[in-house]
């Protein structure tokens, strides 16, 4: 971190420079040493005349003529404006990226802000090394590295995707830190010079945040130019409040199921709900985006009835069509678990449709359990489980949650977080986090789950070391119930068949 004075300083220091080498002063330059001799005579000529030069090298004007457009550091829509300016003079153009790492918030959660700022500075060096002189890196700001390239005769659209990709696999490998490797991954969106014809820096700069936000929403590793549309489909604030609360009522807010197999039999265990917002101009919102607007306007209550009904109908859905699905898991908010007649409504719902309590998994966090001396949540989570309601202690690993907190909270499985799992395969530092979480586990005669499972490797592995359960995109993907059972059947034929290593061949 600068010191704010340095930084003040610095700033100045561009201020001046701008203000000095710009063209206004080369008109004024005559017109103040004229001034100087006439009100001063020739010391004053003179002062002015050699003060001049002084004070130009002293603000680092020298350095600029012959090392031009380093800055150190604008903001960036003080650097775009300069570089949108030269670009148009030079009838060139260029790209802005902003590269914005994946998982920011539970990275700094999980490592603290200096192990954060080291990786970003790793991440920026990184960047640098596949750039070309004149290409310039910003500061890091939350977790996001804007890049600005130097302008030149030709750079649209296909060529910044090759940017971009060239970028992301150099950031995408582990940063090694200490004693560990933290695996990062990274969305990257960006905006071309040419379609920002009025050269405005802050406009530039806020396309590419426009961009960003779709980036990030398809997460991770996705990347997004903007375009001229996006401007419509991002929405403020104000009117996303409206819009979320109206979409849970009209049902445009749903579950969305992901499957849950047994490494032991590949059978289906369940599935998890997962909230959607399935908008009629925007295509799919993903919860990060609308949750905290359903949080600050109170109504994840809300939000936790109609997932709940949901993801029983779904249930009865899957038994009438004669597919064995034992289990849902529904996300429960911290503001739910307080609710004192959770256990009522759950039930109500439950006998409504005819479900017995086994069927229903409830997902509780394990910041949540962690966290909260409250005996309202502890309560009604003891309550759930002794009517039969399974408990998952979900994202574990992150949370810090006390041996004594997991017995005090009846948990029946652990999942653990995706975290933890990410390339288990390659990484002994990862195997032997995952082992030790699976010793626990099995000492305290709890079930187990890995989140994020994307490989068949990683799959293998943890079968390997005695992960009772898998869920990730490398099984499946989150998806609509009128997709899951075609899914379910597919994937019921391809556990019939025996495997086809080890078969005689005939
Ligand atoms: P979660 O409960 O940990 O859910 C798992 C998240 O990981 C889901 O993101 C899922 O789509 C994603 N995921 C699954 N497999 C993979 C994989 O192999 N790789 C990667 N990179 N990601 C994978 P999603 O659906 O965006 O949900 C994010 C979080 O939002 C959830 O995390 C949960 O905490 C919250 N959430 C979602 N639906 C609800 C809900 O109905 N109620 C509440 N209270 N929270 C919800
Ligand atoms: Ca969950
Ligand atoms: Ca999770």
């Not at 910041?367 to 502890?378: G, I, R």
């Amino acid at each position: 971190m600068p010191h704010p004075r340095r930084q003040a300083l610095a700033e100045l220091r561009v201020k001046l420079r701008q203000a000095l080498t710009g063209p206004q002063m080369l008109a004024f330059l005559p017109a103040a040493v004229l001034s100087a001799y006439w009100i001063g005579g020739e010391a004053y000529l003179l002062a002015v005349s050699l003060g001049f030069p002084v004070l130009y090298a002293a603000v680092g004007g020298f350095g600029q003529m012959s090392q031009p457009k380093v800055p150190d550091l604008p903001k960036l829509e003080v650097l775009l404006d300069q570089r949108l300016a030269e670009a148009h003079h030079r009838q060139k153009v260029f790209a802005c990226f902003l590269v914005s790492m994946d998982d920011h918030d539970e990275l700094l959660d999980r490592y603290g802000q200096a192990a954060m700022d080291r990786v970003l500075e790793r991440v920026s060096d990184r960047i640098r090394a596949v750039l070309r002189h004149g290409d310039i890196v910003l500061k890091p700001d939350e977790g996001v590295v804007p890049v600005v390239m130097a302008p030149v005769r030709l750079m649209d659209l296909e060529m910044a995707i090759q940017v971009a990709r060239r970028l992301q696999a150099a950031v995408e490998e582990p940063v090694s830190l200490e004693s560990t490797s933290i695996y990062v991954s990274c969305s990257i969106a960006f905006s071309l010079s040419q379609q920002n014809p009025h050269r405005n820096g802050l406009k530039m700069a806020q396309n590419t945040h426009v961009a960003l936000d779709d980036a990030r929403a398809n997460a991770p590793s996705a990347i997004r130019a903007w375009s001229e549309h996006m401007k419509s489909a991002r929405l403020t604030r104000s009117h996303l409040t409206d819009q979320a609360v109206r979409a849970l009522e009209s049902g445009q807010i749903q579950p969305w199921f992901q499957p849950q197999i047994s490494t032991d039999t590949g059978q289906i265990t369940g599935f998890e709900a997962l909230a959607r917002w399935v908008h009629p101009e925007q295509g799919i919102i993903p919860p990060g985006d609308f949750l905290p607007t359903l949080e600050s306007a109170g109504m994840m209550e809300r939000l936790g009835e109609v997932m709940l009904s949901r993801a029983l109908a779904a249930l009865t859905g899957w038994d009438r069509a004669g597919v064995n699905v034992p289990s849902v898991g529904v996300n429960f908010a911290e503001q739910e678990l307080r609710n004192p007649n959770l256990t009522e409504k759950v039930n109500w719902e439950l006998d409504r449709l005819g479900l017995t309590p086994d069927r229903l998994t409830i997902e509780v966090l394990e910041t949540v359990v962690a966290e909260t001396p409250d005996d309202m949540v502890a309560r009604n989570i003891n309550e759930l489980a002794a009517q039969g309601c399974r408990i998952d202690l979900d994202d574990f690993g992150t949370g810090h949650a006390s041996i004594s907190s997991i017995r005090r909270f009846a948990v029946g499985r652990i999942k653990i977080d995706r975290s933890f799992v990410m390339k288990v395969d390659r990484d002994p530092e990862q195997q032997r986090m995952v082992t030790a979480i699976l010793s626990m586990a099995e000492r305290l005669g709890l079930d187990t789950l890995a989140e994020g499972v994307e490989t068949p490797a990683e799959h293998a592995l943890l079968a390997q070391l005695g992960c009772g359960h898998v869920q990730g995109f490398g099984i499946a993907r989150p998806m609509p119930f009128d997709q899951t059972l075609d899914w379910i059947r597919a994937h019921e034929a391809r556990v019939k068949q025996p495997p086809l290593i080890g078969r005689k061949q005939v």
